[in-house]
């Protein structure tokens, strides 16, 4: 329960400082750069000692490193240009939903058992985080040259959520499996580290060949920011990929209370922190998710 409850913990400090970024001026994408090159220095600088030579002999865990880089970095850089197409509370069902997808590929890979409390949970997780991520906005019409309309037709848009939907999704089971079957000879701090670090070199070729291109320049608050935002970054995937095995749970209901209770505890945060109103309709979501977790935690 510790390892969730950090991880939990974590993650609701990332989402308070991407809420404050904006109100800093801070530059997100180079922050996320310099968050990915933090996170791996602070797990190698922490568990750097744990590396043994039977790491570099059993070495099957290397392709995931790269896998899981690129999952980190394209699925964020996707979820900020649907936040600016669709909308940040649509992305933000996408990204939450995902859940849905990874518990499936779990229950099925592992073949988990199925009881009526473990589905009454997953159905109760799912309204929960909908009804809690869902905005209702009004529609503005407003005149779109056809260069704005091809890069926002609806099919694109979809397509954007669609994948972020598959991606999120793969991440989770790509970092449970990787923690099942293939670090016995390398630590689950190092993986977290060296996946991390690999984000942000791919990262860091994206930013150089933008400030090289004059699309941009680089910002000193950005380090900061990286580094604030970087240091609970590592320990929310550490202690995710962690809590897999340090639990006497099944893996799908480890990842759904980890992602009920980030939602959760976001949402407090954002009550107490920023003045956010607590409605009938995230009441009720709240409520729902709460039910949720009490169904998985009967169900383990």
Not at 19 to 32: R, S
Not at 266 to 280: H, I, P
Request: charged share 10%.
């Amino acid at each position: 329960m510790f390892s969730i409850l950090i991880s939990v913990l974590a993650t609701t400090w990332i989402f308070i400082l991407f809420k404050l970024f904006p109100k800093y001026g801070v530059n997100t994408f180079q922050a996320i750069v310099i968050n990915y090159l933090t996170a791996c220095i602070c797990g190698i600088l922490l568990y750097g000692n744990t590396l043994t030579e039977a790491a570099f002999e059993y070495t099957s865990w290397i392709p995931f490193v790269f896998l899981c880089g690129i999952l980190f970095i394209s699925i964020f850089y996707l979820i900020g240009l649907s936040s600016q197409r669709n909308g940040v509370s649509i992305t933000s069902v996408a990204v939450k939903m995902s859940m849905a997808i990874s518990m499936g590929l779990m229950i099925v890979l592992y073949n988990e058992s199925i009881t009526s409390l473990k589905i009454g949970g997953i159905i109760l997780s799912i309204l929960g985080v909908i009804i809690m991520s869902y905005e209702r906005k009004k529609l503005r019409v407003t005149k779109v040259t056809s260069e704005e309309s091809r890069h926002s037709s609806p099919v694109t848009r979809h397509s954007i959520l669609f994948v972020i939907f598959l991606g999120c999704g793969l991440l989770d089971v790509v970092l449970n499996y990787v923690q099942s079957f293939h670090l016995q000879h390398l630590s689950t701090s190092l993986f977290s580290a060296f996946g991390l670090g690999m984000a942000g070199i791919f990262g860091g070729i994206i930013l150089l060949i933008n400030i090289l291109r004059k699309k941009e320049t680089f910002e000193k608050k950005s380090v900061v920011a990286g580094v604030l935002l970087g240091i609970p970054n590592y320990f929310s995937i550490y202690y995710l990929i962690l809590s897999y095995s340090s639990t006497s749970w099944s893996d799908s209901t480890v990842l759904a209370v980890l992602n009920v209770a980030t939602v959760i505890t976001s949402s407090l945060a954002g009550l107490v922190l920023f003045k956010e109103k607590l409605n009938l309709q995230k009441s009720v979501g709240l409520i729902l998710s709460l039910l949720a977790i009490a169904c998985f935690y009967f169900a383990k």
